[in-house]
């Protein structure tokens, strides 16, 4: 039994999970945007899902954004989280409550997640993408990550697909903004949430989020119908990139955005099968949406404590090598 965890900007969750993948509610918690107060909620969730758990708990995992050093499990320079720059986090928590700690980056969790319990389950080597506030990526190789050269793994959000603008839909035009990078043209910047908002917005909908048009979509409005076949036919494009390097016969499909999948799919399968048109045998066999897209990760960080049990030593602190 494993304590898994999930750490954003704004908000931390955690449940329980089991060896075997059952898990019990995710329980959420209010992130303050302060070092003490990250402190604070994650040891007040812990002690809540510890409390809960229906057996003794083994480890804590944890999922979180990064750039992160996962063997000595640390923040380095992050993104947007400021406040946890060179946070030494398992070792805040080891302390805390004396049990070993893991830490990944995010979508390289919801990877494993995918692969042990989601929606490619039993399946040894995919890439996994996270759609949402940015894309994330995960490629496992063997049931465990692939690093490949990078300290903790490719970043294949900032695969360069063009700059803008394009056409959104009938009414106006869109200009994609920069990436969080620095750089113009990445994959993120075509596919992250911002970006199918700008084009909800483009379009005539008075939306606060993307999600406001799902009743739209289940009506059949044109309008939207337009976006989803754009959005996938972007899809489609980076998955093709991909494609031609990984050549995986599986694509997970994971993030807040995911649930989309049902509309954009049938844009995104069109632009893969005109790109790979004279090499048919590139095409994945399957790309499956999650299931559960908010569970992937806190699944991962569990799977992370079953592989070190089957003898993996990707994730053992340096000072346990």
Not at 288 to 295: D, G, K, L, Q, W
Request: some cysteine; glycine content about 12%; overall charge neutral.
């Amino acid at each position: 039994m494993y304590i898994s965890i999930d750490l954003g900007g704004t908000n931390i969750r955690g449940t329980w999970v089991s060896a075997g993948g059952d898990y019990g509610p995710v329980r959420p918690q209010s992130r303050p945007r302060t070092l003490e107060g990250t402190k604070q909620s994650l040891e007040a969730l812990i002690q809540d899902v510890q409390a809960r758990a229906p057996e003794p708990v083994r480890g804590i995992g944890l999922a979180t954004a990064g750039p992160l050093d996962h063997r000595r499990r640390m923040y380095l320079t992050t993104t947007n989280m400021p406040e946890l720059n060179q946070f030494r986090v398992g070792e805040f928590l080891e302390h805390r409550f004396s049990l070993p700690v893991r830490m990944e980056n995010d979508a390289q969790a919801a990877a494993l997640g995918e692969v042990w319990a989601g929606g490619l389950a039993g399946t040894a080597d995919a890439v996994v993408i996270t759609l949402g506030t940015g894309v994330g990526s995960g490629v496992i190789m063997n049931h465990e990550i692939w690093r490949a050269g990078h300290f903790t793994g490719p970043e294949l959000g900032h695969v360069y697909l063009g700059p803008g603008p394009k056409r959104s839909c009938a009414i106006g035009t869109s200009t994609l903004p920069s990436c969080g990078c620095g750089q113009v043209g990445c994959a993120e910047a075509w596919l992250q949430k911002a970006a199918l908002m700008e084009m909800v917005v483009r379009c005539g909908f008075a939306a606060q989020d993307p999600k406001d048009i799902f009743g739209d979509l289940e009506q059949g409005s044109r309008d939207a119908m337009r976006i989803m076949d754009i959005y996938g036919r972007r899809l489609g494009l980076y998955l093709s990139v991909l494609q031609v390097v990984f050549g995986f016969a599986d694509i997970g499909i994971s993030g807040g955005l995911s649930t989309f999948f049902p509309y954009f799919q049938d844009g995104m399968w069109s632009t893969l099968r005109h790109r790979f048109v004279n090499r048919e045998w590139w095409l994945p066999r399957r790309i499956a949406p999650s299931p559960e897209p908010e569970m992937s990760a806190l699944l991962g960080m569990a799977r992370v404590f079953v592989l070190e049990s089957r003898g993996s030593t990707d994730w053992k602190p340096e000072d346990a090598q």
